[in-house]
C-alpha cells in the first residue's frame, strides 16, 4: 500500500514504499532478491531507491558489480525505517480493528447476489449484479455520454471540461454479467482521480455470445482509440476482475497483429486463470461456482491454451508497464501475486499494491471505504504521463 510520509527537512514527500524498497535490498544486499520479494523489476526497485537519496541527499547503498552495501548514511536510516514501517503496519492493523463496521456494510451490499449463485437463473444473478452496483454513486463532477466507438456502444466519462479520452476501461462481472451503464460509479471515481477521461465499451456476454465475441469488442474499442491519438504511450487500458483478463488478452493480440501498446496497463483484482486452479482455497463455495459457471459460459469448450487466453502461457517481455492492486483476502491474490512474478521475470515494470482487504473488486466501495478512494488515487496517479 502506498502512501505519503510528511518529511519537513525532505524536498518533497518521501514514499513508504521507497522505504519498503530501502529496507528490502538491505535485508537481501541484493537486488534481485529484493525485487522478488516486493515483486517488482530490478529496475523499478532501483528507480524507488534512487528517489529516496535524492530526497535524503545522501547515498545509501553503494553499489559495484559484485556486491551491495550500506552506506553510514544507509546504516544510521535503516534500523529507523524499519521502525516507521511497524509503526505504520500496526496503524494499518488498528484501522482494520476498527473498521469492522465497514466490512458488514460490505457483506451486507454482497450477500444477496451470492444466496443466488447455483440456485438462480444467469438473468437473476445479472439483475442482482446491476442491483449492487446501482447501489454506489456516481460522482457528479462526471459528464457522461454515449457513442459508438468502432461500432461498440460506448459511454465516454468525463471530469468538468470535454476532453478526448486516454483509458480504455474493461468491466468485470465474469464475461456473463455487468455493464458499461453499472460501472459509472467506479469508473467515474477514476476519472475524477487522474482528471482524465474513459472510453467504457458495452462489450458483448456470454453465454449469449462466447468468445471471443467481447475481446473482438474490445479490440475494436481500442483501435477507435489509437485512430484518435498522435502517442499510444498516452493511453492506458484497465479493468477489473475478469476486465482485467480482457485487458491481458487484449494485450496478447495487439502482439500478434504488430499494434502499437498502450503506455500503461492497470490490473484490479485480476482475475486471468480460467482453470479456475489458482484460486485461492478460502474462496467461498459462491465464488467457485459463479467462476467455473461463467468459464464454461465465456469459453463454450474452448481450450483454456495460448498467450491469448491464458497470460502464464505468454510472453509477456515488452509489455506496458502494469500495476496489479488486489486485497490480502481477495480469492484471487494468489494468481495476482504470480501474474506480478510472471511479467517482472520478462522485464515488464509490474507494481503489486496489497491491501488489507477480503472483498473482491474492493474499489467499488471508494465512496465509504478509505482503501478503495486510496487505491483508486494511486492507480490515478499511476496513470498519468510523467507520473
Known amino acids: ?71 553510514s548514511a ?16 500496526s496503524a494499518v492493523a488498528a484501522a ?54 468502432g461500432g461498440v456502444p460506448s459511454f465516454v466519462l468525463t471530469p468538468g471540461a470535454e476532453r478526448p479520452p486516454t483509458v480504455l476501461y474493461l468491466h468485470g462481472g465474469g464475461y456473463t454479467m455487468g455493464s458499461a451503464y453499472g460501472y459509472r460509479s467506479l469508473v467515474g471515481a477514476f476519472c475524477v482521480a487522474a482528471g482524465t477521461s474513459v472510453l467504457l465499451p458495452e462489450y458483448r456476454l456470454a453465454p449469449e455470445h462466447p468468445y471471443p465475441a467481447a475481446l473482438d469488442d474490445v479490440i475494436r474499442a481500442y483501435q477507435w482509440l489509437l485512430d484518435r491519438t498522435e502517442d499510444p504511450s498516452t493511453l492506458a487500458v484497465a ?12 494485450l496478447a493480440v495487439l502482439r500478434q ?24 482455497d478460502t474462496a467461498s463455495v459462491p465464488l467457485l461456482t459463479l467462476s467455473r459457471d461463467s468459464t464454461r459460459d465465456y469459453l463454450q469448450g474452448h481450450p483454456v491454451r495460448g498467450p491469448v487466453l491464458n ?35 520478462h522485464g515488464v515494470e509490474a507494481e503489486l499494491d496489497l491491501y488489507p482487504i477480503d472483498a473482491h473488486v474492493f474499489h467499488m466501495f471508494w465512496s465509504f471505504l478509505p482503501e478503495a478512494a486510496q487505491a483508486l488515487t494511486r492507480a490515478a496517479t499511476f496513470h498519468r504521463p510523467g507520473d
Open 1 to 71: 500500500m502506498r502512501e505519503n510520509l510528511p518529511l519537513p527537512p525532505a524536498p518533497e514527500a518521501i514514499e513508504l514504499r521507497h522505504l519498503r524498497a530501502f529496507v528490502a535490498v538491505a535485508d537481501e544486499l541484493n537486488f534481485g532478491r529484493a525485487a522478488g520479494r516486493l515483486y517488482l523489476s530490478q529496475p523499478a526497485l532501483s528507480r524507488q531507491i534512487r528517489a529516496l537519496e535524492r530526497l535524503i541527499g545522501y547515498e545509501l547503498l553503494r553499489r559495484s558489480t559484485h556486491r551491495v552495501e550500506l552506506t
Open 74 to 89: 544507509g546504516g544510521a536510516m535503516l534500523e529507523r525505517a524499519r521502525a516507521i514501517l511497524a509503526d505504520v503496519d
Open 96 to 149: 482494520r480493528a476498527a473498521g469492522d463496521d465497514m466490512a458488514g456494510r460490505i457483506a451486507r451490499l454482497m450477500d444477496p447476489r451470492h444466496a443466488l449463485v447455483g440456485t438462480a437463473h444467469r438473468q437473476e444473478l445479472r439483475e442482482a449484479f446491476e442491483s449492487l452496483l446501482a447501489e454506489f454513486p456516481v460522482p457528479t463532477e462526471i459528464d457522461v455520454r454515449p457513442l459508438s466507438a
Open 239 to 250: 479493468g477489473d476482475s475478469s476486465g482485467a483478463g480482457l485487458a491481458l488478452s487484449l
Open 257 to 280: 497483429r504488430g499494434l502499437p501498446m498502450p503506455g500503461r496497463v492497470l490490473l484490479l483484482c485480476p482475475w486471468v486463470d480460467l482453470t479456475c486452479e489458482l484460486m485461492a
Open 311 to 345: 497470460p502464464f502461457e505468454a510472453d509477456l517481455t515488452g509489455y506496458p508497464p502494469m500495476l496489479l492492486q488486489v486485497g490480502t483476502g481477495d480469492a484471487l491474490v494468489h494468481e495476482t501475486r504470480l501474474l506480478a512474478k510472471r511479467a517482472a521475470e
